[in-house]
């Protein structure tokens, strides 16, 4: 096997972390071939490799909104104008980042229309027509689609002129249940993220300075990203009846009077796969956890001679027919290049598990396996190979939540007062937990003293019992995407 020098830029070394995350960072998603510039400012191509880990991510999520009684539904990407302006607060919270349609082919149209930044308009006024009584509610729809916020400032992934998401919208007959319906979604999301990302996330309220436009409560998941900035991996919105009343969407109750529903929207985006490379990358690329994974385990076969590689083939046949059915499997037996290549190859692109077989492994009848998370090796008889390799990606799955887990830990520290919340972040990164009476003031002092935001308030406080003498819930802050 061979290779040209053309080839080596591609596993050549990254930029290290500590030098420069954010080059590090960028590095990874264009050498692992996860997504590339587009020729349209802002805007990103998705490749296949990074378009996979996009649907692995969907399908189990997807698999999680339906099981609570959600329908998928589509919504047009072209919204009236007059109806995103029906809603003052929301129009004003998005009218920098709109995109105009304003001709159709030659002709200048008689109403200007926007590029989908979020569907509230358009479906509450679908809803205006659907919901009458009632015998109606809850109305339980999402919609997996892309949208458009011109951003002035962008990064794949994380922050892009178009990007694709899923976007769930809710109507109830009462308060309560629309109440529960966010905190339901919102640990739909929590879950998704510690169980299929390995992705460990603080579920909590925001402040009313970071909640969505038009929203009586936003509550959101927060991570913390590898070099100390945290990033909010999704959103759950209580709309109350703001959206009800501007479109008209009533039902008749049960003692036939006219009531307005009560509104939810939520949703994650394709910002979820920078917070996967972000919080378990390392110096050599990705580490992508097993369960969304492109491909979960390849296998690198070896040889020297015509011999080796004859006998090496035939038993790849018995590896794959061995594991086709329960992993993802990639055989690569290109000869252009060499195994150590290869190896370098599958480390950048965060291939969880790898499978060496050359001659003296065919020899004892085993596979050889290296884990991408910490590299540990272990000879597989074939015969006990689908069951030891199943075991071996839910170990990777979860060493990669608890070491998320013990980083969180060991970057988050504890403040009383303004001054001390200073003094960290002149010093470090990571969540600040401080008590907090809900004073905005004392939330932009924090932002203009340090640039950190309160992240969220979580719901969870049991952590922070008895570590301030203050009675007030405790909030997170820290520096974010």
């Given at each position: 096997m061979s290779e040209t020098q053309d080839d080596k830029s591609f596993v050549e070394d990254l930029t290290d972390q500590s030098d420069d995350f954010a080059r590090w960072y960028n590095e990874v998603v264009r050498k692992a071939q996860l997504a590339d510039y587009a020729p349209v400012r802002g805007c990103m191509v998705i490749r296949p490799y990074g378009f996979g880990l996009w649907e692995n991510m969907q399908r189990l999520l997807d698999a999680r909104i339906r099981a609570t009684g959600h329908q998928n539904a589509y919504f047009p990407v072209l919204i009236p104008e007059s109806l995103l302006k029906l809603e003052a607060e929301h129009v004003e919270g998005f009218a920098p980042q709109v995109a105009w349609v304003t001709h159709g082919g030659n002709d200048k149209l008689e109403e200007r229309l926007?590029?989908?930044?979020?569907?509230?308009?358009i479906i509450c006024r679908m809803y205006s027509r659907w919901i009458e009584s009632y015998r109606d509610l809850p109305v339980l729809l999402n919609q997996w689609c892309n949208v458009m916020r011109w951003e002035k400032v962008t990064r794949l992934f994380l922050r892009t002129t178009e990007f694709l998401w899923q976007e769930g919208h809710t109507a109830h007959a009462t308060a309560e249940d629309c109440q529960a319906e966010v905190l339901r979604m919102l640990d739909v999301y929590r879950s998704f993220a510690e169980t299929d990302l390995a992705l460990p996330v603080h579920a909590g309220r925001k402040s009313d300075a970071e909640k969505f436009a038009g929203a009586e409560m936003t509550y959101s998941i927060e991570a913390l990203m590898r070099d100390g900035k945290a990033l909010q991996a999704g959103t759950s919105h209580n709309l109350g009846q703001h959206f009800a009343k501007v479109?008209?969407?009533t039902f008749q109750d049960e003692q036939g009077?006219?009531?307005h529903v009560h509104q939810t929207s939520w949703g994650v985006s394709t910002r979820l796969i920078g917070a996967v490379i972000m919080a378990h990358g390392d110096d050599q690329g990705l580490r992508l956890p097993p369960r969304v994974a492109p491909i979960q385990a390849v296998v690198v076969p070896i040889w020297r001679t015509p011999e080796d590689r004859a006998t090496v083939r035939a038993f790849l046949e018995r590896v794959k027919g061995a594991l086709t059915e329960r992993v993802r499997l990639h055989v690569d037996d290109r000869e252009q290049y060499t195994p150590g290549w290869k190896y370098n190859e599958y480390e950048l692109r965060g291939v969880p598990l790898r499978l060496e077989v050359g001659p003296k492994d065919v020899a004892k009848g085993t596979v050889?396996?290296?884990r991408r998370d910490n590299r540990a090796k272990e000879s597989i008889p074939l015969e006990s190979l689908a069951?030891?390799?199943?075991?071996?990606?839910d170990e990777v799955q979860a060493a990669l939540l608890e070491s998320a887990r013990a980083f969180r830990a060991e970057n988050t520290a504890f403040a009383s007062t303004l001054e001390e919340i200073e003094?960290?972040?002149?010093?470090?990164?990571?969540?600040?937990?401080?008590?907090w009476d809900g004073s905005p003031e004392f939330e932009a002092q924090v932002r203009e003293r340090t640039g950190a935001t309160?992240?969220?308030?979580?719901?969870d406080q049991a952590p922070y019992a008895g570590r301030f003498r203050a009675a007030h819930p405790v909030a997170l802050f820290a520096r974010a995407y």
């Open positions: 926007a590029i989908r930044p979020t569907s509230e308009a479109f008209d969407i009077r006219r009531q050889m396996s290296v069951p030891r390799v199943t075991t071996l990606l003094a960290h972040f002149g010093e470090r990164r990571g969540f600040v937990a401080a008590p309160m992240r969220c308030v979580p719901l």
